[in-house]
């Protein structure tokens, strides 16, 4: 999984980077050389955002996209369209947990369908939306965040290493983001197009209450999926230390 492509001149969305994990793809892919469209739901955080990273230099434009809106999804297709015409990298970022610590019995149906309209729902409309100008690229990229709590093994039973989270609707959500990387991935096997799932690890986000290491460390192994060269992997799940079990 090592190998990678240039980022310079590459195009890059990375969805959700106003603050915590995406913020830090965005700020790496740029570093690299990459033009980076920072995604964001809130113009005000995501303008602020960008600016801070443009006036390091860094190629960073702000686009407005929320992915739960079918209009805003589509305005931030023609909108790269429009000024770039493919999209190399697109970094399925932005996500949500909001389960309130309900055993599953008790979990709130309506959180959870809330959540799988961002984390599940929102993934699978930003693919189809970019989908044909990734495929304008000589190597388009799709990478979706994931993350060890969506793993099976890895949860199930009592032994399991993350069976302590009890995140009904987040949790499935994430197993639901690997089984669309996979669906995406045998779609597009025949095309440059490689469709990968990251685990970026804890992190000190917004989303974990502060908890876990600094988020530019989880946005390490989503750079690396977004650069993988030709022989790299498709339709896999990988973290910091390889592939994650499904
Ligand atoms: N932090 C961790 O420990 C951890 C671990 C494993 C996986 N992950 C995954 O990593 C990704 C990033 O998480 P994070 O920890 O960086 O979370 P975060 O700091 O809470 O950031 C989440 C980002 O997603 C955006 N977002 C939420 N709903 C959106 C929508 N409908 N449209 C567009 N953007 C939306 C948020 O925008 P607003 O600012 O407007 O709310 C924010 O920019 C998520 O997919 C998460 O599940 C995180």
């Keep these: 999984m090592n190998a990678t492509t240039d980022p310079a001149g590459r195009i890059a969305l990375v969805t959700g980077a106003n603050k915590g ?19 964001a739901r809130n113009a005000e955080a995501g303008r602020a955002a960008a600016e801070e990273l443009a006036a390091k230099g860094l190629s960073v434009e702000f686009l407005a996209v929320d992915i739960t809106d079918a209009d805003s999804v589509g305005n931030a297709a023609s909108e790269i369209e429009k000024r770039f ?36 729902f929102g993934v699978v409309a930003m693919i189809q939306a970019m989908l044909p100008l990734l495929r ?17 093994t890895l949860t199930r039973g009592a032994d399991a290493p ?13 197993t639901a983001v690997n089984a669309v990387t996979v669906q ?3 779609e597009l ?11 970026p690890g804890l992190c000190a986000t917004d989303l974990s209450n502060g908890n876990g290491r600094p988020p530019s460390e989880g946005a390490a192994v989503a750079i690396e999926l977004a650069l ?19």
């Design 21 to 39: 994990i995406g913020r830090e793809i965005a700020k790496g892919l740029a570093e690299g050389g990459a033009t980076v469209l920072l995604g």
């Design 85 to 120: 015409g493919r999209l190399d990298i697109l970094v399925n970022n932005a996500g949500i947990s909001v389960d309130k610590g309900a055993p599953p019995s008790q979990a709130d149906l309506g959180l959870m369908r809330d959540t799988y309209e961002t984390n599940v």
């Design 136 to 152: 304008k690229s000589d190597a388009g990229r799709i990478v979706n965040m994931s993350t060890g709590l969506g793993s099976l």
């Design 162 to 174: 993350l069976s302590f989270s009890r995140l009904l609707a987040y949790n499935s959500s994430k």
């Design 184 to 186: 995406f991935a045998n």
């Design 189 to 199: 096997l025949d095309t440059p197009i490689k469709v990968n799932a990251a685990n």
């Design 228 to 246: 993988l060269d030709a022989d790299g992997p498709t339709g896999g799940h990988y973290g910091d230390t390889g592939p994650v079990p499904w």
